[in-house]
């Protein structure tokens, strides 16, 4: 089964239901979770702070994922989160591990 990277996209509201699935899949190198600003995503709920900058505040989760799926991933990911606006898409890791 090869390694591929998850990056999740939520708002804030989302975010802490996004880490409790997280870390209970996360493997030993764990994920990154940051805020961010996201253009072009979640147009429909944009506050009117964020109308004006043109930007939404979310939070991004970057994890790569050993012995799963995509599909087994995705399925638990809907699951937990079902409901919250989530945007994710994953991409291969060619290599991933730690610097001693």
């Known amino acids: 089964m090869a390694d591929f990277v998850l990056h999740l996209l939520c708002r804030d509201s989302a975010a802490d239901a996004a880490a ?39 939070v991004r989760f970057d994890m790569v994922v050993r ?16 409901g919250l606006e989530v945007q994710y898409w994953l991409t291969p890791a060619i290599a991933a591990g730690s610097l001693a």
């Open 20 to 58: 409790d699935h997280l870390l209970s899949i996360a493997g030993p190198l764990g994920f990154i979770r940051a805020p961010v600003y996201s253009q072009g995503a979640f147009h429909a709920s944009l506050t009117k702070e964020e109308e004006v900058i043109g930007m939404c505040h979310m």
């Open 67 to 82: 012995e799963r799926t995509p599909e087994e991933l995705l399925q638990g990911l809907s699951s937990a989160l079902k």
